[in-house]
T-cell receptor, first 113, second 116 residues
């Protein structure tokens, strides 16, 4: 089955700096790669996703890159703000309808004011 | 759009009792719903996939007789933890996929279950 690894497990950055979180996966059939932000005591919130026919996607301060050959993808947050502090999860799925999502172990991001 | 609600948000119960958690898609129809469990400082672990009008598909190691799932309509799925024990204490989260086919999942706010 799919195995998703995520690094680092914890990350502290100064406000205004960039944060990068990296994930690797094992199943070459995976085609959908979402990223979720989870605040304490809340459910995960989809912040950006990318599909295998695209190498990079950007949405304001957030960008995701995908290297399907190497089976890794990364989340980039620029100009970090204290409200970006949360746990971030990468995930993979086959990308077909109704498919289950496999989560990485998560990265706890702290943005220091 | 794509709002998912869960009820209750918190529940505390005695060991041996059963607890029902509801998951609703508020502004869309969800053919498929998923149930996850999350222990403190850990990732989300998929428990089961629930399709409207059919039996749920459980992940390996999840007891189907203990975690009863009913997906009776396109907007409601319920998870019943039967004969709950302290080790069942966890954060239970549902997610929904919109009807019509999509790979995007929208998550509920979660239910914190504490079994005394």
């Amino acid at each position: 089955g799919e195995n998703v690894e995520q690094h680092p497990s914890t990350l502290s950055v100064q406000e205004g700096d960039s944060a990068v979180i990296k994930c690797t996966y094992s199943d070459s059939a995976s085609n959908y790669f979402p990223w979720y932000k989870q605040e304490l005591g809340k459910g995960p919130q989809l912040i950006i996703d990318i599909r295998s026919n695209v190498g990079e996607k950007k949405d304001q301060r957030i960008a995701v890159t995908l290297n399907k050959t190497a089976k890794h993808f990364s989340l980039h947050i620029t100009e970090t703000q204290p409200e970006d502090s949360a746990v971030y999860f990468c995930a993979t799925a086959l990308g077909t309808s109704y498919d289950k999502v496999i989560f990485g172990p998560g990265t706890s991001l702290s943005v220091i004011p | 759009g794509a709002v998912v609600s869960q009820h209750p948000s918190r529940v505390i119960c005695k060991s041996g009792t059963s607890v029902k958690i509801e998951c609703r898609s508020l502004d869309f129809q969800a053919t498929t719903m998923f149930w996850y469990r999350q222990f403190p400082k850990q990732s989300l672990m998929l428990m089961a996939t629930s399709n409207e009008g059919s039996k749920a598909t459980y992940e390996q190691g999840v007891e189907k007789d203990k975690f009863l799932i009913n997906h009776a309509s396109l907007t409601l799925s319920t998870l019943t933890v039967t004969s709950a024990h302290p080790e069942d204490s966890s954060f239970y989260i549902c997610s929904c996929i919109t009807a019509g086919g999509s790979d995007r999942q929208y998550f509920g706010p979660g239910t914190r279950l504490t079994v005394l």
